[in-house]
């Protein structure tokens, strides 16, 4: 039973690294059409990853390949108490609390592991993500608790359980003002502009990634293809009333990924203390807007 | 021309100086080593208050350097060129940081390049060559061509078709 | 064995990640070649910010010996397996400086160039070409540049540091430099 368990977590890992980089390809092929490029082919990342584990690396210390290895495992850990569709996992034990803490533990190894290798470029990225996260977390925690008592459930299952029944009962329509904050908290999360200060690749020499090469930087971009397979799903299970299957699950992901890449494509970079600002006036706003209307 | 530029060279030509306009708003103004700060000074406070560039020339023939000055008048919008002229071996200079700070930079990149040694720069030490220790690579007498061809080891070879450049001779 | 070896190499083939170190003027011919006209990003191809995330490095025009070092430098952080791709007439035998004192003539001399891009400059469509070249000789594995350098790294250093490190003047003996000076 135990083993049946391992066996459906590897394959749901699986799945979301999948997902995850075939989204970056979309992501990279929709810029380049808006752009009026070709583009690359849709499944590049795929070639790119494989191609980053075939090269030869340098470490630079143990913390470095601790941090890495955290980086990916955690939120791998976090994708399996995803609610996705008729993939669930645990249904009694989906707490978004646990989910979010996880994805914290991934963001801090990631962090602890590109500081140790002492680039100072390395270090600039570092605080930069996370000044940037210290933004985005206060209003999608502001989010998170509306719905958790309009919900009166801590547990994603549940929360996806009560939004049954049609468009209406979705809590993207319940709770407009909750919904586009934690949309404007997705885009700072999935680092996209204009929240990508961390991985300006013109100032800081893409930040975080500036000392990995070969199978580290692959481990970077599995890390970022988990990243927004969990997010994504996150706001899916939270907001478009989940998914009776998978397929409708990963579409809906996609549009809500696609919107964060419109958004991405148009606008250039806030300035990291405009970002913060940004993120604890607009989103915040709507947040307790949204919290008050709930409570009252 | 410019009513100003041509004031100011009648004016140079009473201090016996040679002075001759080139355009419609730049002339230039030869001035003997030992009054060159003074004029210097004169044209800062008549209006010629930017410096602009500090330019060596190498008149090898007359054995001589040639120091161009070359300030700006931004409020007449007029150039002038006070040039010096040294002898070739005693390439010696007064520096003029006391007029703009500025020359420092100039007067030792000139240094670097033409061997040109100002009293009273602090600082002269090399600017862009690494580990220059031929003489100064922008003299006259400094064979360009041989020199890189030694160090970067040039080989003619007919089999592949590789000849020795040869230098076109400018009338 | 030899077919995983063809499946990297596939893999390598198609997907370049490049270092342009852009002292030259060839660095005015990679914008468009990136951009909507050209769409470099077809062929995998993307610039990376860092030599340790970089598969290629594209030496765009001349170097002079203060920027060689750099260059070699930037070689020797970056991962195997790693190509060079030399950029103009500059890189191949000194171009228009062909008689200066202070720019380098033959890149090979110092660094082990897979494929040399002719013109002054080469036009977006050779670049594009020499991607595609690059392409076929890495999926024959003949583009075996880094490891040349490794076996034969006792005559490029002995190269390097006959131009870097001089320790006497390259035409003239020490007492007459002094003299003139």
């Given at each position: 039973m135990i083993f049946l368990k391992l066996l459906e977590g590897i394959g749901v890992g699986l799945l979301s690294l999948t997902v995850g980089l075939l989204f970056m390809g979309l992501a990279r092929k929709i810029t380049a059409r808006i752009q009026r490029r070709y583009g690359p082919p849709v499944l590049q990342n795929f070639i790119d990853v494989f191609k980053l584990f075939s090269k030869q690396s340098i470490s630079h210390g143990f913390a470095f390949d601790l941090g890495l290895v955290a980086g990916v495992s955690a939120l791998l850990a976090a994708v399996v108490f995803l609610p996705m569709g008729q993939i669930n996992l645990f249904p009694h034990n989906s707490s978004l609390i646990m989910i979010i803490y996880l994805m914290t533990m991934a963001y801090l190894g990631m962090a602890m592991g590109v500081s140790s290798s002492g680039n100072p470029n390395a270090t600039i990225g570092v605080a930069r993500a996370l000044t940037m996260m210290m933004g985005y977390e206060l209003p999608f925690a502001a989010v998170i608790f509306s719905v958790y008592i309009f919900a009166k459930t801590g547990s994603l299952t549940n929360i996806v359980a009560a939004q049954g029944g049609g468009f209406l009962n979705w809590n993207m329509v319940r709770l407009p003002f909750g919904f586009l904050a934690a949309e404007i908290a997705l885009q700072g999360m999935l680092g996209e502009k204009p929240f990508d200060m961390a991985i300006a690749p013109a100032e800081i020499a893409s930040g975080p990634m500036v000392e990995l090469g070969g199978k580290y930087l692959g481990f970077g971009m599995l890390q970022h293809a988990v990243g927004i397979y969990l997010e994504t799903g996150i706001m899916v299970d939270l907001f478009l009333g989940g998914a009776s299957n998978i397929w409708i699950f990963v579409t809906k992901q996609f549009e809500l990924f696609f919107i964060a890449l419109l958004i991405n494509a148009v606008l250039p970079r806030f300035k990291i203390e405009d970002g913060v600002k940004f993120m604890w006036k607009v989103p915040l706003l709507l947040g307790v807007i949204q919290a008050l209307i709930v409570v009252l | 021309m410019l009513e100003s530029v041509e004031k100011k060279v009648e004016e140079l030509k009473r201090m016996n100086l040679e002075a001759k306009a080139l355009g419609d708003w730049q002339f230039e103004v030869l001035v003997p080593r030992e009054r060159t700060a003074e004029i210097l000074a004169y044209m800062k406070a008549t209006g010629y208050k930017t410096f602009i560039h500090l330019a060596c020339v190498d008149w090898i023939d007359d054995q001589e350097f040639e120091l161009v000055y070359n300030l700006e008048n931004y409020d007449e919008k007029a150039q002038a060129l006070v040039k010096v002229r040294i002898p070739r071996n005693k390439p010696e200079m007064e520096s003029m940081m006391s007029i703009w700070g500025l020359c420092q930079v100039y007067e030792r990149e000139i240094h670097e390049f033409f061997g040109i040694n100002f009293i009273g720069n602090p600082n002269l030490k090399p600017f862009f060559l690494d580990e220059w220790l031929d003489i100064p690579p922008l003299r006259k007498d400094f064979d360009t061509l041989a020199f890189s061809q030694e160090l970067f080891e040039f080989k003619e070879d007919e089999s592949h078709g590789i000849k020795a450049p040869k230098r076109i001779e400018y009338k | 064995m030899s077919e995983w070896k063809d499946l990297t190499n596939f893999f390598r083939g198609r997907s370049f990640w490049m270092l342009h170190?852009?002292?030259?003027?060839?660095?005015?011919?990679?914008?468009?070649?990136?951009?909507?006209?050209?769409?470099?990003?077809?062929?995998?191809?993307?610039?990376?910010?860092?030599?340790?995330?970089?598969?290629?490095?594209?030496?765009?025009?001349?170097?002079?010996?203060?920027?060689?070092?750099?260059?070699?430098?930037?070689?020797?952080?970056?991962?195997?397996?790693?190509?060079?791709?030399?950029?103009?007439?500059?890189?191949?035998?000194?171009?228009?400086?062909?008689?200066?004192?202070?720019?380098?003539?033959?890149?090979?001399?110092?660094?082990?160039?897979?494929?040399?891009?002719?013109?002054?400059?080469?036009?977006?469509?050779?670049?594009?070409?020499?991607?595609?070249?690059?392409?076929?000789?890495?999926?024959?594995?003949?583009?075996?540049?880094?490891?040349?350098?490794?076996?034969?790294?006792e005559w490029y250093k002995a190269n390097q540091d006959r131009v870097l490190k001089r320790t006497k003047p390259v035409l003239q003996k020490p007492e007459e430099v002094t003299r003139s000076a």
């Open positions: - | - | 170190y852009c002292t030259g003027c060839g660095a005015m011919e990679l914008p468009p070649t990136m951009t909507s006209r050209w769409d470099m990003e077809r062929f995998g191809v993307i610039p990376m910010a860092t030599p340790r995330q970089a598969d290629i490095l594209l030496v765009t025009g001349y170097l002079s010996l203060k920027s060689l070092k750099r260059l070699i430098y930037t070689y020797e952080q970056m991962h195997a397996p790693k190509w060079v791709l030399g950029f103009g007439s500059c890189t191949i035998n000194g171009g228009v400086y062909w008689d200066s004192y202070n720019v380098i003539e033959r890149l090979d001399k110092y660094l082990p160039v897979d494929l040399y891009i002719a013109g002054c400059m080469p036009r977006p469509e050779a670049i594009l070409d020499s991607f595609k070249k690059l392409r076929e000789l890495v999926e024959k594995g003949e583009a075996k540049g880094y490891e040349k350098y490794v076996k034969n790294y």
